[in-house]
Structure formats: C-alpha cells, structure tokens
C-alpha cells in the first residue's frame, strides 16, 4: 500500500493550495480517508474526514469553512482545498486511509500514511 502526498509550499497569509493524495495497492473505495497535519513541537491532529461513498465530510473546528475534503474513487485519489490559509495552519500534512467507523478521528485508528507534505504559511 502507497499513499503519495502532494501540493505541499509556501505560501502568504489568505493565500490557497491544493493538497494531493494518490492511493495506491489498497481497494480504495473501501477506505475512509482522512487528512492530519503536525505542526513542530505538537502532535498529529486531525483535519478533515470523507466517507467511502463520499457522502459524509467532518472538519476539524479549527479549518470548517475554510478547507474543502474531496476524493474521486474512479482516480483513487483524496484532495484537500485549501482556502484562506493562516500562519497558525504550518504544518506537516498527512493523508491516512482507515477501515475504521466513520467516527474514527484519532491517528491509531487509521491503517495507512502517506509521506507528508510541508504547508507553510507567512504573515
């Protein structure tokens, strides 16, 4: 199993980006995707959820409104928009794949990585 994080740079404050995440060696649409983001010196935090169907989406409160979880499962693919970015939003970003229940938030609770991606906002 691969999971190819992408869409990751630098960019200013209210500014956009678009996160990748290209899965490959699982039955994708079988898995509940997530995203989660490490910022230095925290711990792994959960951002944004979609169901297998792609018909549920949870956000974190900290990124409602702003950032927009889609996955294409013809591409076995999950995206992340991202919009209005703030300093306080620099981080790694992940994409995980679990078999988990849709309430499954915490990262044990997901089966597969990707690599990571470097998100970094300026004031």
């Known amino acids: 199993v691969q999971l190819q994080a992408s869409g990751g740079g630098l960019v200013q404050s209210g500014g956009s980006l678009r996160l990748s995440c290209a899965a490959s060696?699982?039955?994708?649409?079988?898995?509940?995707m997530a995203w989660f983001r490490q910022a230095p010196g925290k711990e792994r935090e959960f951002v944004a959820k979609?169901?297998?169907?792609?018909?549920?989406?949870e956000y974190s409160e900290s990124v409602k409104g702003r950032f927009t979880i889609s996955r294409d499962n013809a591409k076995n693919t999950v995206h992340l928009q991202m919009n209005s970015l703030k300093p306080g939003d620099t981080a790694v970003y992940f994409c995980?794949?679990?078999?988990?229940?849709?309430?499954?938030?915490?990262?044990?609770?997901?089966?597969?990585w990707g690599q990571g991606t470097l998100v970094t906002v300026s004031s």
């Open positions: 979609i169901s297998q169907r792609n018909n549920m989406l």
């Open positions: 060696g699982l039955t994708f649409s079988r898995y509940l």
């Open positions: 995980a794949a679990g078999e988990g229940n849709w309430y499954s938030k915490r990262p044990e609770q997901y089966d597969y």
